[in-house]
């Protein structure tokens, strides 16, 4: 690996706005599971098909695999952001263009981070949701919000790599 210069971005208001947002989503998973947790059945939904139907069940506990995961998820995607020299980049990295590098990949982090937190609550609410028997599944939002909030954050922040000062 060629040695890349150690920048540290300074975070714009859309960071911080970023990781505000990342933070008020992960204390609102927790809190809204430890609220909803005693009302929930001993067996709940503990996978959807791709048509968001509920089609693996198991007990409530298992629930709290979903915030624990977006947790660990949270903090190593943090953490990551602070070393954006480490990152595989498709495009070379020169003392020219590595801030802008390195703030465009640390952006793309933080979005990725937040639209991950964003699915894994939304899936915990329709699990509670379906395991109550209020809903019937994750509903047909589910495969275009996927894509809306990971997929589209990845072709544009990588074709924003590309792109030249």
């Known amino acids: 690996m060629e040695k890349r210069p150690r920048i ?9 706005t970023l990781e505000v947002a990342g933070l008020l989503v992960l204390f609102s998973f927790w809190i809204h599971l430890v609220i909803h947790y005693p009302s929930l059945p001993e067996t709940i939904p503990t996978h959807f098909n791709a048509a968001g139907e509920a089609d693996g069940f198991g007990k409530k506990s298992s629930i709290f695999m979903l915030p624990i995961i977006a947790s ?23 003392p020219e263009n590595a801030f802008r590098q390195y703030t465009n990949a640390t952006q793309m982090i933080r979005v990725v981070k937040l639209g991950l937190l964003l699915l ?43 792109k030249k000062d």
Not at 8 to 16: G, S
Not at 75 to 89: D, E, G, K, S
Not at 125 to 146: H, Q, R, S, Y
């Open 72 to 94: 660990i998820l949270y903090a190593l995607m943090t953490v990551l952001n602070f070393f954006p020299h480490i990152y595989n980049f498709p495009t070379k990295i020169t």
């Open 120 to 162: 894994f609550f939304s899936i915990e609410i329709k699990t509670v949701k379906t395991a109550i028997g209020k809903a019937e599944g994750l509903g047909d939002w589910f495969l275009p919000l996927t894509f809306l909030l990971l997929v589209f954050p990845l072709i544009f922040f990588t074709t924003r790599m590309f």
């Open 8 to 16: 540290k971005p300074k975070l714009t208001y859309l960071d911080k």
